[in-house]
T-cell receptor, first 112, second 114 residues
Framework: ETGVTQSPTHLIKTRGQQVTLRCSSQ?????VSWYQQALGQGPQFIFQ???????GRGNFPPRFSGLQFPNYSSELNVNALELDDSALYLC???????????FGQGTRLTVV | EDQVTQSPEALRLQEGESSSLNCSYT??????LFWYRQDPGKGPEFLFT???AGEEKEKERLKATLTKKESFLHITAPKPEDSATYLC???????????????FGKGTTLSVSS
């Protein structure tokens, strides 16, 4: 059984650029959630995908968007990067969203 | 506004010195309360889910309990390898359509010295 994997692990981008982060869900899981964790804070819910459709969104602007693919892997896209977007981005997968969510190791994004 | 508050923010213990971490929440219609462990620069690692007041779960030196307004994570005879940030999260029914998204607290950073 494979766990949740995220890529890349670290990334440095310039303000105004666009970035794509990737997540492979745990085997058998069909639900993927994305969270943003700023330094010293708890993770904040960005959105969730269930069977390729967005299934809820937190308080994040439209420049944060996502996709889920038929194999249940997912992407998080952020346009027009701002300095405050610097954070650890976490992906979590679960089965039908009703079981414990298992997190990947995260992608550390630094915007300069 | 629904909130999750964890206390203390930081806790230093000697090896073998038992203590408790607190998570208080204000959420209507709580579906579940989760505890995670997070090591620096890593993703959270699932520990427990609690669903109803009075429920308790144990794993090695950790025991989680739940009341209607708060949860405790009891650490018995901790070891240095228990040092980490412990996150509490609640699952309200409304954050997303399925009611499965999580609201996290800021965490308690535990340091255990030998």
């Amino acid at each position: 059984e494979t766990g949740v994997t995220q890529s890349p692990t670290h990334l440095i981008k310039t303000r105004g650029q666009q970035v794509t982060l990737r997540c492979s869900s745990q085997s058998g899981h069909n639900t993927v959630s994305w969270y943003q964790q700023a330094l010293g804070q708890g993770p904040q819910f960005i959105f969730q995908y269930y069977r390729e459709e967005e299934n809820g969104r937190g308080n994040f602007p439209p420049r944060f968007s996502g996709l889920q693919f038929p194999n249940y892997s997912s992407e998080l896209n952020v346009n027009a990067l701002e300095l405050d977007d610097s954070a650890l981005y976490l992906c979590a997968s679960s089965l039908d969203g009703n079981t414990e969510a298992f997190f990947g190791q995260g992608t550390r994004l630094t915007v300069v | 506004e629904d909130q999750v508050t964890q206390s203390p923010e930081a806790l230093r213990l000697q090896e073998g010195e038992s203590s408790s971490l607190n998570c208080s929440y204000t959420v209507s219609g709580l579906r579940g309360l989760f505890w995670y462990r997070q090591d620096p620069g890593k993703g959270p690692e699932f520990l427990f889910t609690l669903y109803s007041a009075g429920e308790e779960k144990e794993k090695e030196r950790l025991k989680a309990t739940l009341t209607k307004k708060e949860s405790f994570l009891h650490i018995t005879a901790p070891k240095p390898e228990d040092s980490a940030t412990y996150l509490c999260a609640v699952q309200p029914p409304y954050l997303n359509q399925a009611g499965t998204a999580l609201i996290f607290g800021k965490g308690t950073t535990l340091s255990v010295s030998s």
